[in-house]
Each structure stands twice: as C-alpha cells, then as structure tokens.
C-alpha cells in the first residue's frame, strides 16, 4: 500500500449499479474510492494491479492509504475501522483504460466499460450531488410526469427565461455604450449641434466678426462669440442645442446684414 495517506472527512456507499462501491472524501475536497472493492467487481487481482498503479507516474500519485468503516459481513462478523488502498476518482478513467479487455472474463467486460464511462462521474457526485446510485439517471427522472419533474423543469424555464433577459440587458446597455460614443464623435442631434452645422455657425461668426472689424478697425470676434454664448446661455458654440441651429443663423445673419452688404449666409 502506498506510504502516502489521507483524512476522510466523510464517507458514502455508493451502489454502482450492481456492486457497491465506498467513496470517502479527503480534507483537501478530492474523492477516493477503495481499489480492494473495483478489483473484486471486475474480478482483478488486487495485489497484481497495486503493482501496476505503483509504476505508473500519475496513478501512483493519486493512490493513497486511508482509514475507511467496513460493513459487518453477513454472518454479522467483522466491520468497523480498517485500512484501505484508495484511488482518486478522477484516476479510475486512466486505471481501467490500462487494463487488457482479453485479460477480463467475458462476461464482466460490459461492466468494466460502464465503469470507464462512468465511475469516476458517480463517485463524485456521491459527495457534490448527494446522489447514491447510477440508476435511474437524472435524465431518465426528469422524463417522468412527475410533480417533482415538473417543478425542475418549471425552474429551468424560468432560469433560462431569467438568463435571456439578463443577456438583453447586457446587449442593451452595450448597445446604449456604443451609441453615445458614435453621438460624442458625430455629435448627438437630439442634444447638440453635429460637427458640420458648428462648422457653419463658426463661418457665421467670423463673417459678422470680420465686417464689424472693418467698421471698428478693432478685433470683434471675441465680442461676437461672447454675444452668442451670453444670449444662448452656453459655453461654446459646438454645445449649442440642435434645436437652435436654425435660431442661431437666422440671428447672426440678420446682424451681418445690419452691418455690411454682405449676402446672407
């Protein structure tokens, strides 16, 4: 037996369609099932496949020594405490794939490829799920017009319902991200000006600037767009609302027209 032992910290019987099999779980979370008993249901030699294991890199690491409880014999004789050779159950797969079928009665290769496909999967639901045995199969129950069949899949209904609208919501708000982000670089026309009619308005201002300048021999762009700000309560001209585009042009043509000849924009 391996030097190498574990603490169980808990232990099941988990029937494994027609055998029994123990699974204790160690303090570290990982579940151990005794090799003595998968040997005597697949009718192995024990001391003969210790050996295998003990050569073998991996397997050798996951095979342990543990205490586990022993069910009195059916003459009542025996049970109680005793050691006991233990395989992780994430390594039974990689044990019995070593294993030559030709080696195995005839009669007992259909159980030796149940227990490759699934008993590993039993043994640790045994612990995660709480589930002894692997017949009926889940699948199998949830089949079944029972009250209790159709509450699990009322409950997933409602979970999958629950789970698309979550994924809406994320798409949404995505969507939302992504669309204030093209609206900051094209400008928002339900809030702001877009980047051409700014353009405008910023040629108006200059044409008002440029003839008051003429008349005043002063610079008056300052003046113009201070005037714009104050009577259209913003701080710049690329914030002013789109509602007041047309408001805007109109008033700064009006004034170009009051102070030059010039063609209204």
């Known amino acids: 037996m391996s030097s190498k032992s574990i603490q169980p910290i808990e ?3 988990v ?24 040997c005597d249901a697949l009718g192995l030699d024990r001391r003969g496949q210790v050996r295998r294991i003990q050569r073998h890199d991996i397997l050798s ?31 039974v797969p990689l044990w019995l794939s070593g294993l030559e079928i030709s080696r195995v009665k005839e009669d007992l290769r259909p159980k030796l490829k149940r227990f490759q496909r699934e008993a590993a999967k039993a043994l640790w639901e045994a612990f995660k799920e709480r589930r002894l045995t692997a017949d009926p199969t889940f699948d199998e129950l949830m089949a079944q017009d029972s009250p209790e069949a159709r509450a699990v899949r009322m409950a997933e209904a409602v979970l999958q319902l629950a789970r698309n609208q979550l994924m809406m ?40 600037a440029l003839a008051l300048s003429k008349a005043s ?3 008056e762009y300052g003046g113009v ?11 710049s001209y690329r914030e002013l609302p789109a509602a007041k585009y047309d408001d805007v ?17």
């Open 11 to 13: 232990q099941r019987q």
């Open 15 to 38: 029937e494994f369609y027609d055998d029994e099999l123990t699974a204790v779980l160690d303090k570290d979370g990982s579940v151990f099932v005794s090799l003595r008993q998968m």
């Open 61 to 91: 690491d996951g095979y342990k020594g543990g205490v586990i409880m022993s069910p009195p014999s059916p003459s009542g004789r025996g049970g109680g405490k005793q050691r006991a050779g233990l395989l992780r159950a994430d390594l």
């Open 169 to 208: 919501r994320s798409q949404i708000e995505d969507h939302g991200r992504r669309l204030e982000a093209i609206e900051s670089q094209l400008g928002d026309p339900g809030r702001h000006v877009t980047p051409e009619q700014a353009s405008r308005i910023s040629q108006a201002v200059k044409a008002v």
């Open 217 to 219: 021999g002063r610079n």
């Open 225 to 235: 767009y201070g005037e714009l700000y104050r009577r259209y309560e913003v701080p």
């Open 249 to 265: 042009m109109a008033w700064l043509n009006e004034w170009l027209q009051s102070t030059s000849s010039n063609s209204p924009f």
